[in-house]
């Protein structure tokens, strides 16, 4: 989604009891004169899951703006936007959004404003730390891919020690 509105929610905006579902979805480069360069709620309960919000502007809450609710936000990612007076990610006013495995990083002036409910596995930088998550544990070799070539990887390195008198495989 790449738009723009006068006032309120550049890219999208969710009024009065909507229960909303929004998945995989892109809010990029979406602009708000007021609130919410990419998606602004008001008195609604809608749930994104695995969105991006990226390189939105707005005067206040330039990812997302919430008034009077609280969504929920699983696993999105919302970086790179920015609000001229405050809010750059997330902006909540009456409410609080409820955060789970989401990752909040390098918005400008602030990750988020007001409140917001910890779900748990967030990763809320205010400044430009990376919040990446490591998707492939396992993923040895770096192709991300977890395989077989990932043991030859681990078994490679192991082979290389010098004392294996105590190793053990069970």
């Not at 909303?20 to 979406?30: K, V, W």
């Not at 490591?134 to 043991?151: R, W």
């Amino acid at each position: 989604v790449d738009n723009s509105a006068g006032s309120e929610g550049g890219g999208m905006s969710t009024v009065w009891a909507s229960g909303a579902t929004i998945t995989d979805c892109l809010f990029d480069g979406n602009v708000a004169g007021f609130n919410a360069g990419g998606v602004y709620n008001t008195i609604s309960s809608p749930t994104f899951t695995n969105c991006v919000f990226i390189n939105n502007r707005a005067q206040y809450g330039a990812g997302m703006t919430n008034a009077q609710c609280s969504p929920s936000l699983i696993d999105c990612t919302f970086t790179l936007n920015v609000a001229e007076e405050l809010g750059g990610g997330v902006r909540t006013v009456n409410g609080g959004p409820l955060l789970l495995g989401c990752r909040i990083w390098c918005n400008a002036p602030d990750a988020i404003r007001g409140g917001y409910d910890d779900g748990g596995d967030n990763c809320i930088q205010e400044d430009c730390t990376s919040c990446e998550i490591d998707a492939c544990p396992g993923d040895f070799n770096g192709d991300g891919i977890v395989d077989g070539s990932d043991m030859g990887t681990v078994l490679a390195a192991w082979s290389g020690k010098k004392d294996r008198k105590s190793t053990r495989l069970n």
